[in-house]
């Protein structure tokens, strides 16, 4: 089966993880696909703004009214089981509203045990802001243990917000990965100062509660507060640009070992 007709095939499979405000500002976002009548993301993606509000959505869904709404809170209720970043970095979440719908695309799972260096792949999701979903090719470049994990390096343009989606074999549409994370060769750096950006953000607020310091008509915290807004939507463009090429999927079997997944592959 071509590509082409693979993504026609389980496209209605893949998840749009938007985590926004009470005004519907996005916050973050992430990717996420249907297997064994779960939905499946990543843990540092599941793991949202706290307080915000989860819209679960697919390509085509333009409005909060379509897909599905939750509070944080109900949205971390959902979660059946999974494994910190540091470890496998999965989620499992029971969605049912939406995964078990009639034309939802369950995926299937293979461990890729048998895929070599070398071998052509593709993965999915919603990267950037985009509302559609994309799909994009590359080679494995290598396999490799992280403590714990199997780690499959992509040659490939994985970016902010493909986390989550399921790497596949582009013969079969088997999912063999769950996309994990991108390098940019300053990763740590990035990260690193977009948390401190974060941080200065929510410390600003948190001291101009109810409280306003004004000088010439201006709001010294709001200008603050704007800045290293500004400052941290600049880091986001930079690192856009920064990307070579270079992403990383933790190998599916880790999720087919855990123990929800492991019984419905087995029943």
Known sequence: MSLPDIFDKVKKGVFHLVFMDATERRLGSGSAFAACGYLITNHHV????????????????????????????????????????????????????????????????????????????????FPFDHLNLTCHT????????????TVIQLDASVN???SGG????????????????????????F??????????????????????????????MGALIASQSQMLGTLDEIERQANVGIGYAFSIKHLMNDNIIHSMLHK
């Open 46 to 125: 599941f793991m949202g703004p706290a307080g915000s509000r989860v819209w679960i959505r697919r390509e085509g869904d333009t409005t909060t009214k379509q897909g599905l709404l939750l509070s944080y809170n109900e949205f971390s209720k959902r979660l059946k089981s999974g494994s910190e970043r540091n470890q496998f970095d999965f989620a499992i979440l029971d969605i049912p509203e939406l995964v078990n719908q009639k034309d939802t695309f369950q995926f299937s799972l293979k461990t890729g045990s048998d895929k070599r260096i070398g071998e052509r792949v593709a993965f999915l999701g």
């Open 138 to 149: 590359g080679i494995i470049s290598s396999f490799y243990l992280s403590d714990p994990a």
């Open 160 to 162: 902010a917000s493909n």
């Open 166 to 189: 399921p790497l596949i074999d582009q013969n079969t549409g088997e999912a063999i990965g769950i996309v994990t994370r991108k390098a940019t060769g300053l990763t740590k750096q």
């Open 191 to 220: 990260d690193a100062l977009r948390e401190t950006l974060k941080k200065n953000i929510t410390t600003m607020r948190a001291a101009s509660s109810g409280v306003r310091v004004s000088i010439g008509g201006v709001d010294q």
